[in-house]
Nanobody
């Protein structure tokens, strides 16, 4: 019914930049809050940044000033611009969204499959 598909991950040197994208598709009535989370090997999944439908943003302290979350409501897209990357940013990055679907108009939480980001020192 609803899919979130991430892209843009890869291998980058420390100090470099990457931009992640997340495309939402399917029977979508409305997309509410969206966010990026990440999970490093052997660690829990942590919040990176969130953005509301009204474009209010929130960031983890570890990425403030380096990462920028944005969204395009018309295209149903979510982005994460990552600058000044550090080896500790290495993780699988997941897209997350609260989406109201057409069949019931109820809101459910959805996850993408994740995209690997590796930062070499």
């Amino acid at each position: 019914q609803v899919q979130l598909v991430e892209s843009g991950g890869g291998l980058v040197q420390a100090g470099g930049s990457l931009e992640l994208s997340c495309a939402a598709s399917g029977s979508i009535f409305r997309i509410n809050a969206m966010g990026w989370y990440r999970q490093a090997p052997g660690k829990q999944r942590d919040l990176v940044a969130t953005i509301t439908s009204g474009f209010n943003t929130n960031y983890a302290d570890s990425v403030k000033g380096r990462f920028t979350i944005s969204r395009d409501n018309a295209k149903k897209m979510l982005y994460l611009q990552m600058n000044s990357l550090k080896p500790e940013d290495t993780a699988v990055y997941y897209c997350n969204a609260d989406i109201a679907i057409y069949s019931t108009y109820s809101t459910r939480n959805f996850w993408g499959q994740g995209t690997q980001v590796t930062v070499s020192s």
